[in-house]
């Protein structure tokens, strides 16, 4: 349901192409701007395989840009484009409807409980991953 939920909605919002797969990687963009490959695989718990074929379909629909990073040469950094700048308030507003729909079923102090819990978990598996890249 949510799957056909988002793609309907990003179709409805003539984001054409964009598909939910791309959310993640057009969020850390708008959140960090110009962003390294690694830390959008990263933001995105994706391997870098699979970042790199979502940042292709980006790029291809003229969305985001690759450019070199000021700091190495070496570094990939990804940045949006003014046309993908310019999807963020759609972006936005289609966000806040899918956490409406998601938490409308619980009470208030239930999505603060709930809310606490993700964080524990996710801060969990953060430092999980962390050690294991050492």
């Known amino acids: 349901m949510t799957q056909k939920w988002l793609t309907d ?23 960090n701007g ?6 959008l695989a990263a933001f995105s718990h994706r391997t870098r395989p ?10 291809q629909m003229g969305l985001v840009q690759r450019e070199r990073s000021d ?6 950094m990804v940045a949006l484009t003014d046309a993908g700048e310019a999807l963020r308030g759609k972006f936005e507003s289609i966000s806040r409807r899918l956490v409406r729909f998601a938490y409308s079923p619980l ?12 964080g524990k978990i996710l801060a969990h598996m953060k430092t999980k991953t962390e050690r294991k890249d050492k």
């Open 107 to 118: 009470e208030k102090d239930e999505a603060e409980i709930f809310e606490g819990l993700l």
């Open 50 to 59: 699979t970042t790199t074929v979502l940042v292709d379909k980006l790029e």
């Open 34 to 39: 110009p962003t390294a490959m690694h830390d």
């Open 9 to 31: 909605e990003l179709a409805a919002a003539g984001m054409v192409g964009v598909v939910p797969s791309h959310g993640d990687v057009l969020a850390c963009l708008f959140r």
């Open 71 to 76: 700091d190495d040469a070496r570094r990939t």
